[in-house]
Each structure stands twice: as structure tokens, then as C-alpha cells.
């Protein structure tokens, strides 16, 4: 099933998921019996793409140790058990989907359901570290970074103690990336060693046999500069590879499957040279950040790149990692962020729960969400802005970025708009958001875009409150 152009991805956390519809449904629900209803609805929302975030199996160590923080999990769940705790879909012990989920026959009788609707299925790979119980630790600890044990000692936070397969006592770092400390459920993959690219590169096929598109998680910390800079001295400089870990294994995946997506996590400003290593699509932090600070001058600043690498970028106002945008943003300046974000080219990545207005960020360790209230107006609100972008315009139109003007002198207003418009054809879209609470005005010079006809809204005319 071929990708659209600007595709819509929805993000579900898949262990909380399930639970909730095992109470909607009072009975046991798995990847296996979905209902068609929750499908059907999926399907009719104008999606292109589910991301079941979690379906593989979780670690029983970093189980363990995510219940010493149950204190921490209770403002997201305030009535939390400790068999609410299901360890981090990010510190992996097995690329299989996870048997209290339903297992891998389950996960590919759901990928057919959503195919048969007309949905991709998107699932994750997590490149940078495995779980700190995975069968490697034991099997190939040649495949993970080792210390010693005054590394230990001096820094607890990034190292731990293990036994390989023969009970030979190891040092083993924990995953981190160059500027926090180590991630106490996960092991640090070796990215030099030629065994480890090998079987992560059969990881990635046996993954790409089971989607149609990976997720790639920090995927910027495998670049070669990156690994370096956070490993030096931990690895065998004389067997490191000269090319790039991506620019290995993204090809050798699409010779299988030619309209397979990788999605790279990517932060740092480096969402350029994730594309170049082969990156179908990479998050737009930036316009996150700039969304969530406000400053229209600053977004419009960003959207001045060149339409070939915005057209591969990922536009969003929350996911698992990020707070709830009806938190951050409230109920109002969410809109005009969710319009612009979704109508921008490239991808856009919305949220179980963001049409909704679910205010909890919900740690991933747990696998269980409170009841919070339903904004029906909100919902109306996505339902018309999905409806929207369901045009083909959005696909196959032209798009551009419209410079702004004083309505009048001295009226600096202006500068709280953002304005862009799609074309094709006679068919046309004006799109103009306000990101503050002030009532804005503006001229702008609308050239062939509205010519003798009318140019049409795609979506209300946000937030421009007094």
C-alpha cells in the first residue's frame, strides 16, 4: 500500500490502549480482537498511518526497577498499583510482539484489519540500547559497551554489573546519549562492532516483515560523530566502520520492502543530516519549540527552509514524550497550533487522547490511564480540521509561505499572524493562525491565490481573541 505524500500518523500507546478498551468492553482485549468499531473509527478520522507505540516485549529487570518509582507514576495515575507497571517500551528484551498483547500472530492479523481500512501500521526500533536483561548481556556482550570496574565506581549512573554466559563478571554501560546520565533499564549497544550491525540489521528485517514504517528512537545517537563523541575509549577504534550505521542498513531494508518509511526521533538540529543518511521523514522539534513558545516571528523564521526538506518533516503539539498540549497550550491555543501543524507540508504525528483534551502525560512505564473529562468541542475541532486535510489539495497542490503587511499604519499586529496557502488548480487554501491572545490584523499580497475566486479558510480563524 503505497505512502501519500503528507501523510497522518496516529500515535497509540499500545499497552494502555488495549486496557482501556478491555474496560469499555468488559472483557480482555488484545491485538487480537480489537473490535471493528474502534478500527472502524480509527479509519474514519482521515488517518493514513497507526503507530502502535510498545508492542514489543518489555524488559522483566527494567520491570522491576520501574516499580521503585511508583511514587513518581502517581500524579499521572493517583489510584496506581504496583501491576500497573509494565516496564519501558524502550528498554527491550525481545523484537517480538509481546505475548500479554497478543504475540506476533496478533500483531499481523491487526496489520491486515487496518490494511483492509486503508491504514498503515507504523512500530518502533529503539537503535541506541536494549534492554539491561537482554539476551546479548549474556551471548554477545561484544555487542554492548564495556567498562571497568573503576568506571563503576566513578560513575554508578552509566554502569552495571553483569555475568556473561560462562558467569564471568561484566561491566556494561547503560544507554544514554552524550549529555544526561545512563537510562538504569537499558544496555549501550556497541554501534562500531560489525556483529552488532550485523543482527541489528536483521532486527530491522525481521521489523520491516511485520510494518510498513519504523520509528526510529534517538536515532541521531548511532551517527558516527555522535557515537564518538559520547564513547570514545570504549570501543576498538581499529575494526570502527567508516560508513555510517543508517547508510548501511536503510538500503539493505528497502531491497525488501521499496515503500518501507523510516521516521527518525532527532533532536539537536540535525534533522538535515538524518535525511541525508536516508531518513524518510524526521520530528520538526523546532517547530515544537517555537509553537510552544509563542513566537510567530520565529516560526515563520522556520518555515522559510527549502519545501523539499520541509516536506519530510514531522510537525506536531505532543506525543508520549512531550506534555499534553491541552496542558501546555490550553483548549484555545491548541487549535491554531494543531492548524498549522497539521496543514504545514510534510508529516503530521497527532496523539491518542490530543482530540480529546487529555491533560496527563503518562510516564510509559505505566499501562493504565485515569478518566479525565472529554472536550466535545475539541473534538468537533479535529473532526473538521481531519476532515480538511482530506483534500487533495494537501497532497498534490503547491504550497507557499505568505509575507505580511500593516492593515494600517502603525498596526504592528501583523507580526502575531502566520500565513500560508495551498493551490492547485482552482482550487485553493488560505490558512492564517494567531498564536497570541491579542486580535490581529494584517494585508497580505495574495498574488494568483485567490484570483477572481474565493479563496477558502481550511480551517477557522484561530485564537484571535481580545
Known sequence: MPWPSKPVIYEINTWVWLNTLSQQYRKTI????????????????GLDAIWLMGVWTRSPRGMQLARKYLHEYRPALPDITPDDIVGSPYAIWDYQADERLGGRKALAALRKRLHSRGLRLVLDYVPNHVALDHPWVQAQPGYLIQGTARDLKRRPSDFYEAKDTWGRRLIVAHGRDPYFPGWEDTAQVNAFNPGFRKAALATLIDISNQCDGVRCD???????????????GYYD???????EFWNDVIPAVRANHDDFRFIAEVYWNMEFDMQQLGFDLTYDKMLYDRLLSGSTRDIRVHLIADLSYQQRLVRFIENHDEPRAYATLGPL???????????????????????????????????????????????????HLLAEIR???????RWRLFNLFPAWSNNH??????????????????????????????????????????????????????
Open 391 to 397: 483534500s487533495p489539495i494537501y497532497q498534490r497542490g
Open 237 to 243: 577504534e581499529t575494526v570502527a566502520p567508516e560508513t
Open 30 to 45: 488484545t491485538l487480537k480482537n480489537v473490535p471493528d468499531a474502534v478500527l472502524d473509527e480509527l479509519a474514519g478520522a
Open 218 to 232: 534517538m536515532a541521531m545517537l548511532l551517527v558516527n560523530r555522535i557515537f564518538r563523541q559520547t564513547w570514545y
Open 333 to 383: 491555543k491548541s487549535r491554531p497550533a494543531a492548524t498549522l501543524a497539521v496543514t504545514l507540508p510534510g508529516a503530521s504525528l497527532l496523539h491518542d487522547g490530543q482530540f480529546s483534551g487529555r491533560r496527563a502525560k503518562l510516564p510509559v512505564q505505566i499501562g493504565r490511564q485515569s478518566n479525565e473529562p472529554v472536550d466535545e468541542d475539541l473534538e468537533r475541532f479535529y473532526k
Open 413 to 466: 499586529t501583523y507580526d502575531n499572524l502566520v500565513a500560508h496557502g495551498w493551490s492547485d488548480g482552482e482550487d485553493y487554501r488560505l490558512i492564517v493562525v494567531n498564536m497570541t491572545e491579542t486580535q490581529s490584523q494584517a494585508n497580505y499580497q495574495p498574488e494568483r491565490l485567490a484570483g477572481d475566486c474565493r479563496a477558502k479558510m481550511a480551517a477557522e480563524r484561530c485564537a484571535q481573541r481580545r
